[in-house]
Nanobody, 125 residues
Framework: QVQLVESGGGLVQAGGSLRLSCAAS????????MGWFRQAPGKEREFVAA????????YYADSVKGRFTISRDNAKDTVYLQMNSLKPEDTAVYYC??????????????????WGQGTQVTVSS
């Protein structure tokens, strides 16, 4: 059984930064892509970023490109999301997920099989 536990969310002013972490249990972390999604109140869950198994490839939603950076440490079974220049529209619950995907498939939520419980990010104006 795989468990994903996010941390690092909180309240920050616009223009600030946060770093989210997602720790995975199990021994297969390095065999899968990992992704971050978010869901704002009243909106559908949307793709934020993803990273390949070896971290050689990263993928970003246009709305976060240049501001967010996804990374992973396979020795620690952890994936990170560094969020800079935060905007009020980044306010959402952020979820990490394990993806059985590559390339554009990593943009699609249905290609992820395990999800964390989410961490709240609130950006005040």
């Amino acid at each position: 059984q795989v468990q994903l536990v996010e941390s690092g969310g909180g309240l920050v002013q616009a223009g600030g930064s946060l770093r989210l972490s997602c720790a995975a249990s199990g021994r297969t972390f390095s065999s899968y892509a990992m992704g971050w999604f978010r869901q704002a109140p009243g909106k559908e869950r949307e793709f934020v970023a993803a990273i390949s198994r070896s971290a050689l490839r990263t993928y970003y939603a246009d709305s976060v490109k240049g501001r967010f950076t996804i990374s992973r440490d396979n020795a620690k079974d952890t994936v990170y999301l560094q969020m800079n220049s935060l905007k009020p529209e980044d306010t959402a619950v952020y979820y990490c997920a394990r993806g059985d995907c590559s390339g554009y498939g990593c943009y699609v939520a249905n290609n992820y099989d395990y999800w964390g419980q989410g961490t709240q990010v609130t950006v005040s104006s």
